[in-house]
Each structure stands twice: as structure tokens, then as C-alpha cells.
């Protein structure tokens, strides 16, 4: 079945640090892939995505490049701040089975210090 | 006024309680999701519903049970709780036309079963 796998947290930056979140996935065919974030309390937010192979999501400085040949997509960030401190979902929606279900990565949390 | 409201936001109840959870939407979205999160276990699907009278199994259903009652409410019931179900609770939305893959969360509902 369809499975996405991220790097364990905690990850801990220095602000204006650069990020590097490791997102890598399994399905079939080229699933459409999202990156979510999480904000302490809330619920998840979009924070960007990519349809297909090649394609780069980008938002709030953020940027993740689908790549089939790698089966991944690794979020980064030139320079974090402290306010980008939240947890950040992988997800991927497969073609197949109908609907926009999405199969989820465990999450990272990024804690940014001053 | 948020698009996606869950209700209550934290809920602390017995083993053996029926309890419910409430999902109303003002996104005028067909689709409906419910998920729980768990610590290092991301978010996995219980149920999904892409209408009113169209109601889907998720990964993990097994002790849940869900009432569309219309288009924008979506509930989620524990008909006799146990403490392996506590965790956040999120109601979540998507639009039903093609290239719609957005999916707007609730801001969760805290449960704990003692």
C-alpha cells in the first residue's frame, strides 16, 4: 500500500538556519504530494504541493521538488525563524481508489531558537 | 469565523461512555474526513464521506462510528470508549471538483479516556 516516511524529530535550528526535512514515499503511479503544517494547537494547514514529477511546491519561503527518479520530496528552507516553529507533515494522494484520501508521514517537529 | 469548527474541543470521559464528536463546515464542501493522530503515528483515517448519503471505512474504524447528518455536519461517535483512544481528534474537508486536493482541517478535538 501507500506509505510516506519522514525524518524523526525533534529537529532543533539556530534562526536563519538553513532546513532540511526528508520526505520520502511509496504508491503507486505519481501520486499527487503535499507538505502540511501543523501550528502548536491548531489544526493542519496546507503549506505547499506538487501534482507531478518535477514540479516545485513553494509557499512562506518554503520550497519541496517532487522527484519520481528518488521517490521523494525534501521540504527546505534558506532561513528559518523562530515562528516556523511547528510540526510539518509529508502526505501523498494516490490516483487510485478514488477520492482525495491522503496517507500521512508521522510528522516532524521543528523547534527554532533564537 | 473559522470554515471548519469541531466540537468540543477537549473532552475527558470514562471507559465504557458513549461519547460524540461534532464537525460542522461552512466550506460548502461535499467531502468530509475524520482522523486521529497519535505521537510518532501521524494521522491515519478512520471514516470518510464524500456525501450525505455516501459513507466509507477508513484504516483504523474498528470501535468508531460516524453520522452525516447534512452536507456540513460530519459527527464521529465512540459508542463505549476505552483508554486506547485518546488522542486528537480531526475533522477535515475537501471540494469534489477535479484538481481539488486541499484538505481543511478542524482544530482538533483533545480526548481522553481514563
Known amino acids: 500500500g501507500d506509505s510516506v516516511t519522514q525524518m524523526e524529530g525533534p529537529v532543533t535550528l539556530s534562526e536563519e538556519a538553513f532546513l532540511t526535512i526528508n520526505c520520502t514515499y511509496t504508491?503507486?503511479?505519481?501520486?499527487?504530494l503535499f507538505w502540511y503544517v501543523q501550528y502548536p494547537g491548531e489544526g493542519l494547514q496546507l503549506l505547499l504541493k506538487a501534482t507531478k514529477a518535477d514540479d516545485k511546491g513553494s509557499n512562506k519561503g518554503f520550497e519541496a521538488t517532487y522527484r519520481k527518479e528518488t521517490t521523494s520530496f525534501h521540504l527546505e528552507k534558506g532561513s528559518v525563524q523562530v515562528s516556523d516553529s511547528a510540526v510539518y507533515f509529508c502526505?501523498?494522494?494516490?490516483?487510485?481508489?478514488?477520492?482525495?484520501?491522503?496517507?500521512f508521514g508521522t510528522g516532524t517537529q521543528l523547534k527554532v531558537e533564537l | 469565523d473559522a470554515d471548519v469548527t469541531q466540537t468540543p474541543r477537549n473532552r475527558i470521559t470514562k471507559t465504557g461512555k458513549r461519547i460524540m464528536l461534532e464537525c460542522s463546515q461552512t466550506?460548502?464542501?461535499?467531502?468530509m474526513y475524520w482522523y486521529r493522530q497519535d505521537p510518532g503515528l501521524g494521522l491515519r483515517l478512520i471514516y470518510y464521506?464524500?456525501?450525505?448519503?455516501?459513507?466509507n471505512k477508513g484504516e483504523i474504524s474498528d470501535g468508531y462510528s460516524v453520522s452525516r447528518q447534512a452536507q456540513a455536519k460530519f459527527s464521529l461517535s465512540l459508542e463505549s470508549a476505552i483508554p486506547n483512544q485518546t488522542a486528537l481528534y480531526f475533522c477535515?474537508?475537501?471540494?469534489?471538483?477535479?484538481?481539488?486536493?486541499?484538505?481543511?482541517f478542524g482544530p482538533g478535538t483533545r480526548l481522553t479516556v481514563t
Open positions: 464521506s464524500f456525501d450525505v448519503k455516501d459513507i
Open positions: 466550506k460548502g464542501h461535499d467531502r
Open positions: 477535515a474537508t475537501s471540494a469534489q471538483e477535479a484538481g481539488a486536493y486541499e484538505q481543511y
Open positions: 504508491a503507486t503511479g505519481y501520486p499527487s
Open positions: 502526505a501523498l494522494r494516490a490516483l487510485t481508489g478514488g477520492g482525495n484520501k491522503l496517507t
